[in-house]
């Protein structure tokens, strides 16, 4: 190892580990001009970590613009050069690892339509095999934690020391508030099944537009992510691909600027005690609901012994309207939204209804 990649591999170290990790730049490079002013805007900015770019560009139709290819890596190499910011590309094949890896490029990610498919994946990890590249995953366009999950563990097995999660959202049929629905509970389980992995989130793929790309940040820093990544680009108007969810950096730096970020967890013995006092109490809570939750059911059952006996159907729905509506109203009282009130009974009424079920064919 030559002492400048020595300095390189050390300083690479440093970044992955820093908390938050901002990965900026644009969706795609599309001109040597283009990657040198965004990525020196985004240097000045003092705020951006790697400097990303696409060079290959899964498109979902043809004929739409599919990345600049291998011609784009001396661009990015020639930004790292001037700007210090190490840079990272999408990868979806064998032979984008290798060209990405010819051209010293710091970090790789696998995008969201080859997560999907294990083939694709494991050709990535099969080229991955014996470099020490670190790698970002992003969730699989549909929301199926097992293949997010899957691809991670095709890394580790590939002797992927580095790897990081990006939460991109997922997509939706017809028109919704987002590109790709958030749907938090997905990377709040990913970030349950693996504690320590760097957990980034992108925005800007979630929002598909720029006015929704700092509420989406913040609600990510509040879970604790551990990173953002948002594109940027110099001319987002006239940007090649993906133009009305780009901005520009200055515009990024005002947005780093007005977030809030917080810690995971802090020594003060003052908040720790106020703290522990408060979840003592929400465990109490949580043993009170169960057990109630348990009694509900008792009930059930004996509901449905009488139904049983009486050869009566388990579902009734206009009792079930009924409970609905009074819950509903109930629920509006104590601050509780429509929407968890429906999943929470939707939950409930499924477990008598199991109940039940078992009861009559007992
Ligand atoms: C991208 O990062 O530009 C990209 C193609 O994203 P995704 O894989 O999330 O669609
Ligand atoms: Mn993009």
Same mark, same amino acid.
């Given at each position: 190892?030559?002492?400048?990649?020595?300095?390189?591999?050390?300083?690479?170290?440093?970044?992955?580990?820093?908390?938050?990790?901002?990965?900026?730049?644009?969706?795609?490079?599309?001109?040597?001009?283009?990657?040198?002013?965004?990525?020196?805007?985004?240097?000045?900015?003092?705020?951006?970590?790697?400097?990303?770019?696409?060079?290959?560009?899964?498109?979902?139709?043809?004929?739409?613009?599919?990345?600049?290819?291998?011609?784009?890596?001396?661009?990015?190499?020639?930004?790292?050069?001037?700007?210090?910011?190490?840079?990272?590309?999408?990868?979806?094949?064998?032979?984008?690892?290798?060209?990405?890896?010819?051209?010293?490029?710091?970090?790789?990610?696998?995008?969201?339509?080859?997560?999907?498919?294990?083939?694709?994946?494991?050709?990535?990890?099969?080229?991955?095999?014996?470099?020490?590249?670190?790698? %970002?995953?992003?969730?699989?366009?549909?929301? @199926?934690? &097992? +293949?997010? /999950?899957?691809?991670?563990? !095709?890394?580790?097995? *590939?002797?992927?020391?580095?790897?990081?999660?990006?939460?991109?959202?997922?997509?939706?049929?017809?028109?919704?508030?987002?590109?790709?629905?958030?749907?938090?509970?997905?990377?709040?389980?990913?970030?349950?099944?693996?504690?320590?992995?760097?957990?980034?989130?992108?925005?800007?793929?979630?929002?598909?537009?720029?006015?929704?790309?700092?509420?989406?940040?913040?609600?990510?820093?509040?879970?604790?992510?551990?990173?953002?990544?948002?594109?940027?680009?110099?001319?987002?108007?006239?940007?090649?691909?993906?133009?009305?969810?780009?901005?520009?950096?200055?515009?990024?730096?005002?947005?780093?600027?007005?977030?809030?970020?917080?810690?995971?967890?802090?020594?003060?013995?003052?908040?720790?005690?106020?703290?522990?006092? %408060?979840?003592?109490?929400?465990?109490?809570? @949580?043993? &009170? +609901?169960? /057990?109630?939750?348990?009694? !509900?059911?008792?009930? *059930?059952?004996?509901?449905?012994?009488?139904?049983?006996?009486?050869?009566?159907?388990?579902?009734?729905?206009?009792?079930?309207?009924?409970?609905?509506?009074?819950?509903?109203?109930?629920?509006?009282?104590?601050?509780?939204?429509?929407?968890?009130?429906?999943?929470?009974?939707?939950?409930?009424?499924?477990?008598?209804?199991?109940?039940?079920?078992?009861?009559?064919?007992?």
């Amino acid at each position: 190892m030559t002492q400048q990649t020595e300095t390189m591999t050390k300083n690479l170290t440093d970044i992955w580990a820093k908390r938050p990790l901002i990965i900026s730049g644009p969706c795609s490079a599309e001109s040597e001009e283009q990657v040198l002013t965004t990525a020196r805007a985004l240097a000045s900015t003092g705020k951006v970590d790697v400097l990303r770019a696409g060079i290959w560009k899964p498109r979902t139709k043809p004929g739409m613009f599919e990345g600049i290819g291998v011609k784009g890596l001396p661009w990015l190499v020639k930004a790292k050069q001037e700007t210090g910011l190490p840079i990272a590309v999408e990868v979806a094949t064998a032979r984008h690892v290798e060209n990405a890896l010819q051209f010293d490029v710091d970090i790789l990610w696998i995008g969201a339509r080859t997560t999907v498919n294990p083939f694709s994946v494991q050709e990535v990890c099969d080229a991955l095999k014996g470099t020490n590249v670190p790698v %970002l995953i992003k969730n699989p366009v549909n929301p @199926d934690l &097992e +293949l997010w /999950s899957g691809g991670i563990e !095709r890394l580790i097995k *590939a002797g992927v020391k580095e790897i990081g999660m990006i939460h991109r959202g997922f997509s939706n049929f017809g028109n919704t508030e987002f590109r790709n629905a958030p749907m938090w509970q997905l990377p709040i389980e990913m970030k349950r099944r693996y504690p320590d992995m760097l957990l980034v989130c992108d925005p800007s793929h979630i929002c598909g537009n720029r006015t929704g790309l700092a509420s989406i940040s913040q609600k990510s820093i509040d879970l604790g992510f551990g990173g953002l990544m948002i594109e940027s680009h110099v001319d987002p108007d006239n940007a090649w691909s993906d133009a009305k969810q780009q901005i520009t950096p200055q515009v990024l730096l005002e947005m780093l600027d007005h977030l809030v970020w917080r810690e995971e967890s802090s020594d003060e013995k003052e908040f720790l005690n106020a703290l522990a006092k %408060l979840r003592e109490q929400i465990n109490q809570i @949580d043993d &009170e +609901l169960l /057990s109630l939750i348990g009694q !509900r059911m008792k009930v *059930a059952d004996k509901i449905g012994q009488y139904k049983k006996e009486n050869k009566i159907t388990i579902l009734q729905t206009n009792r079930w309207n009924e409970i609905l509506a009074k819950a509903f109203e109930k629920g509006e009282k104590f601050g509780l939204s429509k929407d968890f009130v429906t999943r929470y009974f939707d939950a409930i009424h499924m477990e008598s209804i199991n109940h039940q079920n078992k009861i009559m064919n007992d």
